[in-house]
């Protein structure tokens, strides 16, 4: 009897053990089973772990060259996920790159420690810029942004091909590749991030994307892919400083084709994509430069990038907006004061020059424009070893390729989709010596404050004297949007509630010790007003 009952205590504290261990959930492993293989992370100190170098794509080598990618190759070995992968090579930057190379599709992981399978946290996705021909921001460190957003993030970075590798286009590559290859490096990661994220306690049903410059201007094309086809691979974007430069057709940007054959040996190959495909990454790379554009003799800013193929991209991006042709989800654009500014040449010493720099950026402009330009932007401040016509020609491009079109784009996301999850920013923190070099608030020197001063970003001087306060205004509104698909949830302490642009077609104003909402300057609109007229003749 005795026995008995010693046996029936033993079985219930069992049995109770068992109910309680179903209930309990152990935060993620840093060794993580992917299927096709296993990757080993890293516990840091600061409450994170991390994964870098995860292999997303197969190496786009051989047939995959110019061609959309596919699916890693398995391997049964445990992959030391402890340093970055290899960054796609960028466009007129020889060869070797040091830290470059051809097999370059890799993402790195970051999420806090204690994490598990069930926690659903909201997960950051970002996209590189640098014109789609370098990839500038590549490898930034997630740490700062989780700790920001309370531990209640994962964040995500990648690579994905640019320049020649990623947006080389003709009629060639549109028949036998992709024209659009980047593009679809990054869809390829966002599939990644549907398929796996969960394992590392993220919510792939709660994806926000974020990006600078060519980063912006990839989420614009993923809001408006395939003419606004619905997706779930992701459901709120931020895109900050977001690009709109010229954009070719099929046929247009055929003449970077002939031309890259003609530098690699291929122009007499019967088949010259196939020839293209058996060269070595070396000599790819060395060809890999910037050519005028068609009727020019001077190289464009930037030469490779998206393309109206009729599929991913059916039209230019001004149609695509104007048209209401994207994808319901918030949305978050905005620029800086003076993004034109490091894109100028410091030499322009006459509107002729001016002209001639606007052209070659936008070779489809006539006379009638370049003068309506002039009549804007007349000769304004000056700065030492700079042109005369240096910061007026600036302004001009800052607004016709960025200002402008995050006008236009928060107009058409409040007005085709809802007013009320549509937010604009104008980011005006000035630095002192920024100032002084002419340079004003530059080009993406929000990213610096979105991420943090160790993130891999190289912070002006005042970010850490009499600027220092802007990291918490801005990783407050945008570590709120992450979570909440809203900037004013989580906002910092004592910052404006930040209005949606539907409501009174208002923008935040950020600044270090005013951010306040303001309305978009009637210069600025007269200014935006033209550019969109004559979009759809430049092409944008």
Not at 285 to 305: C, V
Request: glycine share 8%.
């Amino acid at each position: 009897m005795t026995m008995g009952r010693t046996f029936t205590a033993l079985g219930f504290l069992h049995i109770t053990a068992l109910l309680v261990n179903l209930n309990v959930v152990h935060a993620v492993s840093p060794l993580v089973d992917v299927g096709y293989t296993k990757y080993q992370g890293s516990v840091l100190q600061n409450g994170i772990t991390q994964w870098l170098g995860i292999r997303y794509a197969a190496p786009p080598l051989g047939d995959l060259r110019f061609a959309k990618p596919a699916d890693p190759p398995i391997n049964r070995t445990v992959q030391i996920a402890n340093k970055h992968g290899d960054v796609c090579f960028s466009t007129g930057s020889g060869f070797p790159q040091a830290g470059h190379s051809e097999d370059c599709l890799f993402l790195d992981i970051y999420a806090p420690t204690n994490a598990t399978p069930n926690s659903k946290l909201p997960v950051l996705f970002q996209i590189p810029g640098g014109g789609l021909n370098a990839l500038s921001d590549a490898n930034l460190n997630g740490s700062t942004l989780i700790q920001a957003a309370d531990f209640d993030a994962i964040v995500i970075t990648h690579n994905y091909r640019v320049g020649t590798f990623g947006f080389l286009s003709g009629k060639e590559v549109h028949a036998n590749g992709s024209v659009n290859a980047g593009f679809f490096d990054q869809r390829k990661a966002l599939e990644w991030v549907q398929s796996h994220i969960s394992k590392f306690g993220g919510n792939p049903k709660h994806v926000t994307l974020i990006g600078v410059s060519a980063g912006a201007e990839s989420i614009t094309v993923h809001l408006t892919a395939f003419g606004n086809k619905k997706t779930n691979l992701f459901h709120a974007t931020a895109a900050e400083s977001q690009s709109f430069p010229i954009m070719f057709d099929i046929a247009g940007s055929q003449f970077a084709y002939d031309a890259f054959v003609q530098r690699t040996g291929c122009a007499s190959a019967e088949d010259s994509l196939a020839c293209l495909r058996r060269l070595d990454s070396e000599t790819l790379q060395k060809a890999s430069i910037a050519i005028p554009l068609p009727g020019r003799n001077n190289t464009p800013n930037f030469l490779y990038g998206a393309v109206v193929d009729g599929d991913l991209i059916p039209d230019i991006p001004f149609n695509l907006f104007t048209q209401g042709r994207f994808v319901d989800v918030p949305t978050i654009f905005g620029d800086d004061t003076n993004e034109g500014t490091i894109f100028t040449p410091t030499n322009l010493n006459s509107s002729s020059d001016m002209d001639n720099f606007l052209l070659d950026n936008w070779n489809l402009f006539n006379q009638t424009s370049l003068d309506q330009i002039n009549a804007f932007y007349p000769v304004s401040d000056q700065f030492p070893n700079h042109g005369e016509f240096y910061f007026n020609a600036a302004l001009a491009y800052g607004e016709l390729r960025y200002n402008c079109f995050g006008i236009l784009a928060s107009n058409s996301t409040a007005r085709f989709n809802s007013p009320r999850t549509s937010w604009l920013y104008h980011y005006n923190v000035q630095d002192p010596a920024q100032i002084a070099a002419g340079l004003g608030v530059p080009h993406t020197v929000e990213s610096v404050a979105i991420w943090g001063p160790n993130s891999g970003i190289t912070p002006p001087a005042s970010y850490s004297t009499t600027n220092k306060n802007i990291f918490p205004i801005m990783q407050g509104y945008w570590t709120s949007f992450i979570r909440t698909f809203n900037p004013n949830t989580h906002r910092a302490p004592g910052t404006p509630e930040w209005e949606p642009f539907g409501e009174g077609e208002r923008r935040i104003l950020l600044v270090t010790n005013g951010t306040r909402m303001e309305v978009i300057d009637p210069v600025q609109r007269e200014h935006c007003e033209f550019f969109w007229s004559i979009a759809r003749g430049i092409r944008q």
